[in-house]
């Protein structure tokens, strides 16, 4: 059937402002952060309540309509870009905090609910939401990527956070994957399923997520080495010791270069490692003093530390906004964000390969990431419209995915999968991507939602997409 058809059968249960088929809307939702380019989407829909959302998934399985659910468009791997015809959701007007329960450290929300929003709202309770990415994003994009960030070492990744998820299948069918107890051995774990799924095996209408006590005492710190490869080493000496780092971000110099110019700071631009620790006055004094012996031993130049609230906020908005420091550096260019993830033991190795890989292939990329987990990035600002320059680009980011899956790694450790390193599925995951596929293809048998994205369709090898122009 016709997406025509399919528009006039929305307008028999949702009002004429939840439908925009307004051009500037469309191409609005037809992008992400990312350098990845589709289709427009032929109409974007508003939905306000659980029940539109399953009115609307119904509607488009009986018109056999794909569609793409929408959050802020903060991805960086096309998720939410159409790549065939289709109908975006975009779940913005479904914002509301639905409880908060400061006695079981549970809050419920809508999935349009954004991480500032939330923790604005925590805060009147002595609460906070522990997952930081670096775009204020939607939860439950959030949740649709299993993101990450600073804190993810402390308190884990968005998947350690939910208890329970409301979920629109394909069919129209609400469903909720876990409770909202502590802890449950019943039944399959439907929130590991959904977490990280993308948006190819349901809609998530309602989140129920932990949440932590804001900490008695919090102090941040800065801490630069010669070299990154010091600045990693000293960074699994301190999780070996046992030091309750809540925090811990390299920075290059490349990236704090960046950051002094468009986040108006003054930080030396050598290799450098921010870092956060939560607990009671006199336990981080006693950790600081064992903190900087571990160091030294890793030729630390220099360390300081800020308990100012003020001057912590200041230092990780600017460690947030270093990915929007390059854009504005080079306008024109696309963005290029590495995503790999290593045991930690291999972490220094696979920093030292990037960079070894970017002098040889003659690209400008700052080496950032949350080295706490063996996470880290490089950012690359790539011309478009230079072929050769993308091909690099290209080359680079396949060797070092390469690299990580050789040891044990994961292509992407936060960012996802959406059709950006969809082509690398077989090599990290053979015979389990065709359970994975399974999965899809009994929960979306007419394959409507987010098509495209993260599984290839079965019987593919690789998917080719690689940077477009």
């Known amino acids: 059937m016709s997406v025509a058809s399919f528009v006039e059968s929305l307008h028999q249960f949702l009002q004429k402002d939840q439908i925009s088929e307004n051009e500037t809307v ?23 309540s659980t029940e539109d959302t399953s009115r609307i998934l119904e509607a488009a399985s009986r018109h056999a309509i794909p569609v793409v659910p929408f959050g802020l468009g903060t991805s960086l791997e096309g998720h939410v870009v159409p790549l065939k015809e289709c109908v975006t959701i975009d779940f913005m007007e479904m914002n509301s905090v639905l409880t908060i329960s400061p006695d079981d450290l549970m809050v419920t929300v809508k999935p349009g609910v954004t991480r500032s929003q939330l923790n604005r709202e925590l805060k009147k309770h002595g609460l ?49 994957t876990g409770s909202k107890a502590a802890k449950s051995s019943a039944g399959l774990h439907l929130n590991g399923l959904f977490v990280g799924s ?20 919090e102090m941040a710190g800065r801490a630069t080495f010669p070299s990154v490869e010091n600045a990693v080493q000293a960074v699994v000496s301190l999780l070996q010791s046992g030091i309750p780092i809540a925090r811990v971000e390299l920075l290059d110099e490349i990236s704090l270069k960046q950051l002094n110019i468009h986040q108006k700071m003054s930080y030396p631009e050598i290799p450098t490692l921010f870092m956060e620790f939560h607990g009671n006055e006199a336990g981080l004094a006693e950790d600081v003093e064992f903190m900087k012996e571990i160091v030294a031993m890793y030729n630390c130049e220099a360390i300081e530390f800020v308990t100012d609230h003020a001057e912590r906020s200041r230092l990780w908005e600017a460690r947030h906004n270093l990915a929007y420091s390059f854009i504005h550096a080079f306008p024109g260019r696309k963005m290029m964000v590495t995503d790999v993830c290593v045991p930690i033991s291999e972490l ?24 706490g987990d063996g996470n880290f990035h490089v950012i690359l600002m790539i011309d478009l419209m230079n072929p050769e320059e993308k091909e690099r680009a290209n080359i680079f980011n396949e060797s070092l995915v390469t690299y990580g899956l050789e040891r044990n790694g994961t292509s992407t450790g936060e960012h996802g999968v959406g059709y950006g390193k969809q082509k690398y599925m077989h090599q990290e995951f053979g015979a389990a991507l065709g359970v994975m ?28 997409h690689v940077i477009k122009s």
Do not use: W
């Open 348 to 371: 220094a190795g696979a920093v030292r390969y990037a960079q070894e890989k970017l002098h040889e292939l003659d690209l400008i990329g700052g080496v950032t990431g949350h080295v």
């Open 128 to 176: 906070f939401f522990s997952v930081d990415p670096g775009a204020d994003a939607t939860l439950g994009g959030m949740a649709a990527t299993n993101a990450s960030g600073t804190t993810s070492v402390r308190y884990g990744v968005m998947r350690d956070q939910v208890r329970d998820l409301e979920v629109v299948l394909a069919s129209g069918e609400v469903i909720h």
């Open 26 to 48: 469309r191409e609005q939702h037809s992008i992400d952060e990312s350098y990845h380019k589709g289709e427009l989407t032929q109409v974007v829909v508003f939905p306000r």
């Open 198 to 217: 993308e948006g190819i095996l349901g809609c998530i209408t309602e989140l129920t997520l932990k949440v932590y006590g804001i900490p008695e005492y």
């Open 437 to 464: 596929q399974q999965i899809k293809s009994a929960l979306d048998p007419q394959g409507i939602l987010n098509p495209g994205k993260l599984l290839p369709a079965r019987g593919d090898g690789v998917n080719e």
